[in-house]
């Protein structure tokens, strides 16, 4: 199991055991106020926007282009934060992420 530590849209932290193996959004998208994950998973729509927390940025994988072109068109972007959660792949190396649930895009 991998922890995690979750800001969800109301502002609340929410500690979850999460599953490695499976994608974050997936371990996520049936939480309160969390992401909406329209797509499924398939990188298409970045409703599964998060803002991870700067000291896990350099600790994931790097953004594939797909995903940074994406992601970079949100009202809500931070260089250095913005992820879709659909895409990092949970791993027990990622016990204790900490990350924030971005705002809705209207």
Not at 42 to 57: E, M, N, R, Y
Not at 80 to 106: H, K, N
Request: proline share 3%; hydrophobic share 40%; glycine share 4%.
């Amino acid at each position: 199991m991998v922890r995690l530590v979750v800001t969800n849209r109301a502002g609340q932290q929410v500690k979850v055991e999460a599953s490695s193996g499976i994608s974050l959004m997936e371990n996520i998208r049936e939480l309160d106020s969390s992401v909406d994950a329209i797509c499924g998973g398939l990188c298409a729509c970045a409703t599964c926007h998060v803002f991870i927390d700067p000291a896990w940025t350099n600790r994931l994988p790097q953004r594939q282009e797909e995903e940074t072109l994406l992601i970079s068109d949100s009202s809500n972007y931070i260089a250095e934060q913005s992820r879709l959660s659909c895409q990092i792949q949970l791993t027990e190396d990622l016990d204790g992420l900490e990350f924030t649930i971005a705002p809705e895009e209207f």
